[in-house]
């Protein structure tokens, strides 16, 4: 199952530009998931400029949060210039921020914050991180919030490929397939028309999920479904042991750094494509590549 680049893209995403991870660590970016942010690293490598990446990304993505890492040195790359004239190429059509290191010198911040909020007018903030890395996650997470990085969603659908099954027993009758997506609070598949004896608001017990090699168990409550021809999708939303909206939180929380595994291997997947095999990116070019 091919999965649509359109898919992949939808939602607003933040891209942390060459971030120091002893000051934010990756594994940070499943606690933003699980609080509804989008979010991923983008490192300098010698295999691709970083100017290439950037510039992929935002013909790619329409929804973009960039914060770049000041204490970052790229040998021909000086920040403000190259901030400065980002903004002017893209018409000041994506949203920016700078974060860096808390400086010894007092008057330094004072200096970069005339120089990238008042003089560059950046308006996703001019941040100071702490040496502790635990303040790190609360200050980032205000700076999310602050710049609505949720966009309209509360919870981030994942694209489903092959590896992503479900199963559950209606009366003698074994249902079982691939999802089309999923989220911590809902998932939906594709089934033929009439396959499935169900009702719109009726309850599910006991399914199966099998999220690339997760496995877990909950009910569900059908809240949508779509004709699509021959076929129809269902979404359900999941319901924990206790009756509430929502998985366990046991299986929540271990259900998290599954997912974004999946959300972030799909982006991961299309944007290294784009890197390795396109020298001039259009928007024209990337509605050549429907789907992954």
Same mark, same amino acid.
């Given at each position: ?7 992949i ?9 060459t971030?120091?991870?002893?000051l ?6 499943e ?7 989008e ?14 990446k ?14 770049? +890492?000041l204490?970052f ?7 403000? *210039?190259?901030?400065? +004239? ?25 200096k970069?914050?005339?120089?990238y909020?008042y ?16 303040? +790190? ?23 489903c ?23 911590l $609070? ?32 909950s ?14 999708l ?6 924990? $042991? ?26 991961k $997947? ?11 990116? *259009?928007?024209? $070019? ?5 789907e992954?």
């Open positions: 199952m091919a999965i649509s680049v359109k898919e893209v939808t939602g607003r995403k933040t891209f942390f530009i971030p120091d991870t002893s934010i660590p990756e594994i940070y970016l606690d933003f998931f699980a609080l509804g942010y979010c991923y690293f983008v490192e300098n490598d010698k295999r691709v400029k970083l100017q290439k950037i510039d992929i990304i935002l013909t790619l993505f329409n929804d973009v949060i960039l914060f770049f +890492n204490d040195r790229i040998e021909d790359i000086e920040w403000s *210039t190259y901030i400065k +004239n980002l903004i002017e190429k893209y018409n000041n059509r994506t949203s920016i921020g700078v974060l860096y290191t808390r400086r010894q010198k007092k008057d330094e911040k004072a970069l914050e005339q120089k909020l003089e560059m007018g950046l308006g996703c903030g001019c941040i100071q991180l702490e040496y502790q890395k635990r303040q +790190n996650f609360e200050i980032i997470e205000k700076i999310l919030y602050a710049n609505q990085a949720q966009g309209r969603r509360k919870n981030i659908r994942a694209i490929t092959p590896a992503c099954t479900y199963s559950w027993h209606q009366g003698v009758i074994d249902i079982s397939g691939t999802l089309q997506d999923i989220s $609070s809902h998932f939906s598949l594709i089934s033929p028309s009439g396959k499935l004896n169900i009702q719109l608001y009726e309850k599910v017990n006991d399914f199966h999920f099998n999220i690339r090699g997760f496995l877990f168990r009910d569900a409550v059908l809240i949508m479904e779509r004709d699509l021809g021959l076929d129809k269902y979404v359900f939303s999941f319901v924990s $042991s206790t009756g509430a909206n929502g998985l366990d939180p046991r299986i929540k929380q271990l259900f998290v750094p599954n997912i974004y595994k999946l959300m972030s291997s799909n982006c $997947s299309l944007l290294d494509q784009l890197y390795t095999k396109m020298d001039d990116i *259009t928007n024209n $070019s990337i509605e050549d590549l429907p992954i």
